[in-house]
C-alpha cells in the first residue's frame, strides 16, 4: 500500500472514530432522510399514484441535502479548532485529507442510501419500473455529492454559520431548476441551460427514468455517471481551493 493510502485511510478512520463519539450527527444522517421520505408518503396518501411519482426524485434529494449540511460544518470544525493546520503541518496533503473524508463520508452514505431505498421500497411501498439497485445506486451517488459540495464550500466559509448559508446559496437554486417542480423542457431556454450544467438535475432525470422505465437504460447510467463526475469534481475543486485555517 503506497504512503498516500495509508494517509488517506487513516484520516478516514479518524472521522469515523469521531463519527462514533457524535450519536446526535450520525442520527441525522441516517435518520432525517428516512423521516422525510415518511411524512412524504402520508402527505400524499390520499393521492393515489403522487408518492410513487415524486418518492423516487426526493429519495436522491434529502440524502443530498442533509450529507451536504453535516459535511460542510464538520470540515469547517476541523479548520477553526486548529486540527487542520496540525494536521498539514505532518506529511498529509490536502487531497489526502479530504479522500479521507469522503471515504468516511462514503461509508455513512452507503449506509443512509440502504435505509433510505430499503424504507422507500419496503414499508412504504414504492413502484418504480426499472431495477431496485439501480434506485439504490442513485441515492448512494446523490449523497455523496452532497458531501462532495459540502466539503468544497467548507472552503469558502468562516464560521459554522456561514458554512450553513450556503445551503439555500447552492442547494435551492438546483432543487429549483432540477425539475422537481417544472418539467425542464418547459422552462425558459436561459433556465433550461442553467439547469443543464447543474448535477441535482441528472441525479433527478435518473431517479425520474428508473420510475418510468424498465431494464438498465442508458441514459440513466449516463445520468449517474455525471453526478460520480460532479463529486470527483467537486472534491478536486475543494482539494486546491481549501485553506489551513479561517482568517
Known sequence: MSAAARRTLATARRVLAQLRHDPRTV?????VPCLLLVLLKYMYDRQPGTFDRIGPELLGV?????????????MLRERTTGTLERLL?????????????????????LVQAALASALTIGLLGLHVAGPTWLLFAVALADGLLGMALGLLVSA??????????????????????????????????????????????????????????????????ADLAVVAGSALLALAVGAATLRRRTA
Do not use: H, N
Not at 27 to 31: D, H, S, V
Not at 89 to 106: H, I, R, S, V
Open 27 to 31: 442520527a441525522m444522517l441516517l435518520g
Open 62 to 74: 434529502f440524502p443530498l441535502m442533509v450529507m451536504f449540511l453535516v459535511t460542510s460544518v464538520a
Open 89 to 109: 503541518t505532518m506529511p498529509l496533503g490536502k487531497l489526502d485529507l479530504l479522500l479521507g473524508y469522503a471515504l468516511a463520508f462514503g461509508a455513512v452514505a
Open 156 to 221: 469558502f466559509a468562516a464560521t459554522e454559520f456561514q458554512a450553513v448559508q450556503f445551503l439555500p446559496a447552492v442547494l435551492l437554486p438546483q432543487l429549483l431548476l432540477c425539475g422537481l417542480f417544472v418539467p425542464r423542457a418547459d422552462m425558459a431556454p436561459v433556465l433550461r441551460a442553467v439547469s443543464d450544467v447543474l448535477p441535482l438535475s441528472y441525479a433527478v432525470d435518473a431517479m425520474g427514468r428508473i420510475t418510468r422505465e424498465s431494464g438498465l437504460s442508458g441514459r440513466v447510467l
